[in-house]
């Protein structure tokens, strides 16, 4: 029923890195799987011009974000389309996916790069070292809402009010840490900032140990795990809030929590990146990693970009 391929990177070791391809016979205009090692030289692309190679820095959030933005590049091509798609997947969906930019730009004649629209549709950012995932149907039936209207306008006359879509750009999985086995506890304080301004990871975790102006500190997790503000406070929050929401959500500044699902034309933006300059952002800055989390600064550039309309967790 769906088009769909997977991208890997794998930063925890190995021989070194390589590029492995999917079965494009069996799956045609699908992307390659790509498994990169992000201490040695980027493999070749393959397809297109690689604008973004993996971080020779030793700080563990860099090198990160440097393969996100990396992965990020090494996609981009799969999404595009110069005006005539069947030049990519062909009429009946046995393209080789090459895009030649035969037809030009928004399919004019004449050649020239294919640059144009993106392919409206979803990117699904998953950790892999997570012990288990949601549903396949829950995953495909909240990319399907993200991609089936465009960020600003309802190209396929889908119903906003009714339901069929999500009016976000990226939606992430309140995921929870086995930390605690009795009880749900929210995992991913390090990602999540709360509307308007309230960063829940722990004070005593961060390089600033004060609140700063605006901040929340009834929703800050305690210094102590099982304090009077656990990880399990901060699901049960989300559970209420999302109960009181229209699509199950709650709005939210940043977050992950292990897998993200954003809108296409968002992910692939060229005015953010994971790798952005953190300046300015030192209140989410942590002792063990010296910086913000690469989300924290990818989600603070969408919210203060044209690109981004909302982010939420659900």
Not at 12 to 24: F, I, L, M, P, V
Not at 65 to 72: I, N, V
Not at 169 to 195: E, P, S
Request: negative net charge; charged residues 25%; contains cysteine.
């Amino acid at each position: 029923k769906y088009r769909a391929a997977a991208a890997v990177d794998n930063s925890s070791g190995g021989a070194g890195g390589r590029q492995e391809e999917s079965n494009e016979r069996q799956f045609p205009g699908c992307a390659r799987a790509i498994i990169v090692e992000e201490n040695n030289n980027p493999p070749s692309a393959g397809r297109g011009e690689v604008m973004v190679k993996p971080s020779p820095s030793f700080n563990r959030v860099e090198r990160i974000a440097a393969l996100r933005d990396y992965q990020r590049e090494l996609l981009r091509p799969y999404y595009y389309y110069s005006g005539v798609d069947a030049d990519v997947h062909g009429e009946d969906g046995s393209g080789d996916g090459e895009r030649d930019g035969d037809e030009g730009r928004d399919g004019d004649e004449g050649g020239g790069e294919a640059k144009g629209k993106i392919n409206e549709g979803a990117v699904i950012v998953i950790d892999l070292d997570l012990a288990a995932l949601p549903p396949p149907s829950r995953v495909m039936d909240v990319a399907n809402k993200l991609a089936a209207v465009n960020t600003n306008t309802n190209s396929n006359n889908a119903d906003v009010d009714g339901g069929d879509v999500l009016p976000y750009d990226v939606i992430c999985a309140a995921g929870v840490t086995a930390a605690n086995r009795n009880d749900l506890w929210y995992y991913d304080t390090y990602a999540t900032i709360l509307l308007p301004d309230t960063y829940v990871h722990p004070l005593q975790r961060r390089q600033i140990k004060s609140y700063y102006e605006g901040e929340d500190p009834a929703l800050v997790r305690s210094d102590n795990r099982n304090g009077n503000w656990t990880q399990g406070d901060i699901m049960r929050y989300l559970q209420r809030m999302g109960k009181q929401s229209k699509y199950g959500t709650v709005d939210v500044k940043s977050c992950f929590g292990g897998m993200a699902i954003y809108r296409a034309s968002t992910w692939f933006d060229t005015s953010c990146r994971y790798g952005l300059d953190p300046t300015g952002l030192e209140r989410y800055a942590t002792d063990a990693d010296g910086r913000p989390c690469e989300h924290v600064v990818y989600h603070d550039c969408l919210v203060r970009s044209a690109a981004g309309t909302g982010t939420g967790t659900g």
